[in-house]
C-alpha cells in the first residue's frame, strides 16, 4: 500500500508539500506511505494561522473549551477502528493496544476537560481584592515521538487547548500517519488555525525550537534531544516542558509472592516492545526469590507471541525503527563479548522487519551498558541483591528520575522504600496506572516541568496576578 493521501492541517485546510518522506511498516520494512515534508515556510504558516487564532480563542469561554475537548473526545472514540489500524501498522504494536491508545487519548481529552482552571482569589478584604487568573502561554509547539504517537500527542493537545493556547504539532517522521489524520478529523471540531498538524524530517523539529512565534514547546523525547531543545528555546526565552528518556528501577522484596506479581512486572518491563518512557529497564530481585522470578519471566519470555501488530493474536510488535533495533543488537552483541548469562531471548531471527525476542540477562554488573543506559527495547538486565539499602542506591545510582516500583506483601514497607526512590513517579505493587489527574514530573535528567494534573495544565498557563485597591465605601 502505497498512498499519498496524508495531507498536513494549516489554518483548518489540507495541505500538501513539495517534498515527501516515507513511512515504514516496521514488520516488513517496506514503506507504506509517503507524507509531507513541511518547508520553512509552511511552518512560518502554520505558526502564523495559530498566533492569528489565539486571541479568539483565548477569549473562548472556559465551559466552550472545556465542550470542544468533549467534542474532539467524541471524534477520537468514533474513529478508534480506523486510527487505531493505521497506529498499528505504522508503530508495530498489537492491533487491540493501538486501539486502546486512541480509546485513552479520547478519555484524557475527557478528563483534562474537567479539570479546574478558574481564578483564585488570595485576598479578599473591605480594602482590597486580589485574584490569580491563568492566561494561555500562547502558541505552543508540540514534540512527540514515535512510541506512543497518539497518547502523547494528546497528553498536550487536551491541556494546551483547555487553557485557551493554540497549537503545532509535529509528530516523529517514524511515525506521522495517526497524526496526520487525527488532524484532519479534528479540522471540523476546532476554529481554524488553533490546531495545526505539520510533518517532516528532521530539519522541521530544530526550525520549531528556534522559531520567534512560537511561545513555549512541550516535547516529549530522548534526553539527548531534549538538551538541544532547551539550548535553542533560549535565544527566545521559551517556556519548555520537556519529558525524556528513564531507566526505571523496579525493586523485588524477598516478601513477595512471585506467582502473583509475574506477569505484572513482565508487562511492566515488556509492554509496548518496552518501548516506554517508564518501562522496566533494571529490575533489582532478591536473592531469596531472585531464581524463582527469573525463571517465571523466562518462562513468559519464551511463550510470548512476537508478530506483525496487525497479525490476530500477537502480544508484542517488532521494535519501531531500523537505528532503534540496530542499538538494541549493539547492546546484545555487548552483553555476549562480555560474557553474560542469557536467560531468554538473545537470538535475532534473519528474516524481514525488525523483531527483537524478549532478551533477559543474568546478573550482569552495575557497571554494564545493559544497566547503565537506556535501551528502550525488549532486553532487561535482572540484578540480584541482598540488602535493601544496597539496591535504592543503585537504583537512585542514575542520572534519570523518571519512574521506579516496589514489590512486596508489606505496603507499609513499600510505600516507605518508594518514597527513597529518586523518581517523579512512584508505584508500589502496581505499575503504569498513569491518569489525567495524577501529575507526572521527571526528576533529574528525565525532564524538566510536569505532564498530567492540574500541575501539568498550569505549565500551559502564566499566572495573571490582578490586584485592585477598593474605594472605601464601594460595594458596601
Ligand atoms: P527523539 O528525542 O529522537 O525524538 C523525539 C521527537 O523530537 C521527534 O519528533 C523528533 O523528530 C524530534 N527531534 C529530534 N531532534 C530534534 C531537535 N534537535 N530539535 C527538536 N526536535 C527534535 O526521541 P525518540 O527516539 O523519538 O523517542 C524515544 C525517547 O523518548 C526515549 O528516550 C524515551 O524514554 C523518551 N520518552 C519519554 C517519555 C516521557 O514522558 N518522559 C515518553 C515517551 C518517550
Not at 489565539?54 to 468514533?78: D, M, Q
Not at 488570595?122 to 514534540?143: F, K, N, W
Not at 525550537?209 to 511561545?215: E, L, M, N, S, Y
Not at 531471548?345 to 525488525?354: L, N, Q, T, W
Request: aromatic fraction near 6%; glycine fraction near 10%; proline fraction near 7%.
Amino acid at each position: 500500500m502505497s498512498t499519498t493521501a496524508y495531507t498536513m492541517t494549516i489554518d483548518g485546510k489540507a495541505v500538501t508539500s513539495a517534498a515527501s518522506i516515507n513511512a515504514i511498516d516496521p514488520a516488513t520494512e517496506q514503506v507504506i506511505a509517503t507524507v509531507p515534508d513541511a518547508s520553512r515556510e509552511q511552518l512560518d504558516q502554520a505558526v502564523a494561522s495559530a498566533r492569528h487564532a489565539l486571541s479568539a480563542w483565548a477569549a473562548t469561554p472556559l465551559n466552550e473549551r472545556r465542550a470542544v475537548l468533549g467534542r474532539i473526545a467524541g471524534i477520537l472514540a468514533a474513529n478508534a477502528p480506523t486510527l487505531g489500524a493505521l497506529l498499528s501498522l505504522e508503530q508495530g504494536k498489537p492491533l487491540a493496544k493501538a486501539q486502546e491508545e486512541v480509546f485513552i487519548s479520547a478519555h484524557w481529552c475527557a478528563e483534562v476537560a474537567k479539570l479546574p482552571l478558574e481564578p483564585d482569589t488570595v485576598t479578599d478584604t473591605p480594602e482590597s481584592l486580589v485574584q490569580v487568573h491563568r492566561v494561555p502561554v500562547g502558541v505552543v509547539g508540540a514534540i512527540v515521538p514515535w512510541n506512543f504517537p497518539v497518547a502523547l500527542a494528546f497528553f498536550k493537545i487536551a491541556p494546551a487547548l483547555l487553557a485557551g493556547n493554540t497549537m503545532v504539532l509535529k509528530p516523529s517522521p517514524m511515525t506521522p500517519l495517526t497524526a496526520l489524520k487525527f488532524g484532519e478529523l479534528l479540522r471540523e471540531a476546532l476554529p481554524p488555525g488553533v490546531f495545526n498538524v505539520v510533518s517532516g524530517g528532521d530539519a522541521l523539529g530544530p526550525w520549531m525550537t528556534a522559531h520567534p512565534g512560537i511561545d513555549k514547546i512541550s516535547f516529549t523525547g530522548s534526553t539527548a534531544t531534549g538538551r538541544k531543545v532547551m539550548e535553542s528555546g533560549a535565544a527566545t526565552l521559551k517556556r519548555l516542558t520537556l519529558e525524556l528518556g528513564g531507566n526505571d528501577a523496579a525493586i523485588v522484596l524477598p516478601d513477595v509472592d512471585v506467582d502473583a506479581v509475574a506477569a505484572t512486572i513482565f508487562w511492566g518491563a515488556f509492554a509496548n516492545s518496552a518501548q516506554f518512557c517508564l518501562a522496566i529497564k533494571r529490575l533489582y530481585i532478591h536473592d531469596a526469590v531472585y531464581d524463582k522470578l527469573a525463571q517465571a519471566l523466562a518462562k513468559l519470555a519464551n511463550s510470548v507471541k512476537l508478530g506483525a501488530g496487525t497479525e490476530p493474536g500477537v502480544e508484542l510488535g517488532p521494535v519501531q525503527n531500523k537505528a532503534q533495533f540496530e542499538r538494541l543488537k549493539g547492546l546484545l552483541a555487548d552483553c555476549k563479548a562480555q560474557g553474560y548469562k542469557i536467560l531468554a531471548g538473545g537470538e535475532v531471527a534473519d528474516k524481514p522487519g525488525y523483531f527483537f525476542p524478549v532478551t533477559l540477562i543474568d546478573n550482569p554488573p552495575e557497571t554494564s551498558r545493559i544497566v547503565q543506559e537506556e535501551p528502550f527495547g525488549p532486553i532487561l538486565p535482572l540484578l540480584r541483591f541482598t540488602d535493601i539499602d544496597d539496591a535504592v542506591a543503585r537504583a537512585n545510582a542514575s542520572p534519570y528520575g523518571l519512574g521506579g516500583s516496589v514489590w512486596t506483601a508489606d505496603e507499609a514497607k513499600g510505600l516507605a522504600i518508594g518514597r527513597r526512590l529518586q523518581a517523579g513517579t512512584v508505584w508500589v505493587n502496581e505499575i503504569h496506572t498513569i491518569a489525567p489527574n495524577k501529575p507526572m514530573a521527571g526528576h533529574k535528567q528525565s525532564g524538566l516541568g510536569v505532564e498530567q494534573g492540574e500541575d501539568g495544565l498550569l505549565e500551559y498557563t502564566l499566572p495573571q496576578t490582578v490586584s485592585l485597591k477598593r474605594t472605601a465605601g464601594a460595594g458596601a
